[in-house]
């Protein structure tokens, strides 16, 4: 419980309006650009350059933030070395083809050779 004003305690339910204005604002500062973004998309073929530049753009946003995860990791992952880091990323990837391009399956590789690695290395 959180302290009001006064100094007396507050619950979620007399502090519901916080909460409220958080969801309607996130809502309100997200929403609208989605909306604009299916309005747009209407307007493009599968095969245009504008839809390749913004495919480029998604696939370049999502390997520059697997590259951070694994050179510049925070949190537990920082106390894992490198190596380790390397290894889970090259086994999945090798998982993931042998699999038949089946995400899951790279997934799965990677997250369970990091938790060996993690365990072997006692963490």
């Not at 959180?2 to 979620?12: E, I, Q, Y």
């Not at 245009?48 to 995860?69: C, Q």
């Amino acid at each position: 419980m959180a302290l009001a004003a006064g100094g007396g305690r507050v619950n979620w339910l007399e502090g519901w309006w916080a909460y409220a204005f958080i969801a309607i604002a996130g809502w309100l500062a997200t929403d609208i650009w989605r909306w604009l973004g299916v309005i747009a998309g209407k307007q493009l073929r599968d095969d245009s350059e504008a839809l390749n530049w913004v495919r480029a753009v998604a696939t370049a946003l999502v390997a520059a933030v697997i590259a951070k995860l694994i050179l510049f990791p925070t949190g537990v992952l920082a106390q894992s070395p490198l190596w380790l880091r390397l290894s889970a990323v090259f086994l999945g990837a090798l998982a993931f083809f042998l699999a038949r391009q089946k995400p899951i399956a790279g997934i799965a590789t990677a997250i369970a050779v990091l938790a060996a690695g993690l365990w072997w290395l006692g963490f």
